[in-house]
């Protein structure tokens, strides 16, 4: 039997945008019977931090429970043993490439042929994280097919 297949989601904390794209993915996954292991990590961020309120609460709207969550730092065992590596912004990119230059590793605006960063909705209310955990699920949903393919 094959090792799964994994996708991790990077941002800067680890306790915003990657933690929602994490469960909006396995949601949206196990909705398509996609058998894929999914987890989340910062570049710049301590272990065992909680998610955000407003990111616990935008994920409250998909029905998805955040409040267990727990941060984790980047590493580059975690980036060679994964096989597809999404990031939310540009300099996230660099930065994975920094630490694992071969990993197979994109922007997820550019994996979803789409194209700008992500924007951090730390410090903003909440209709900052939804618009947030909105862009996030829509660029997830046009992946799902390449995923499917590449994976």
Known sequence: ???PRKIIFVCTGNTCRSPMAEALAKSIFKTRGLDIFVHSA???TGDGYPASEN???AMLDENIDLQAHQSK???QEMLSDAHLVLTMTKTHLR???S???NANAFTLSNYANSTGDISDPFGGDLEIYRE???QI???ILASVAKIEEDL
Do not use: D, R
């Open 1 to 3: 039997m094959s090792n």
């Open 42 to 44: 910062g570049v710049s």
């Open 55 to 57: 990111a616990i609460c």
């Open 73 to 75: 730092q980047i590493s």
């Open 95 to 97: 930065m994975v490439q």
């Open 99 to 101: 630490i694992c230059p």
């Open 132 to 134: 947030c955990a909105a």
């Open 137 to 139: 699920k829509q660029l």
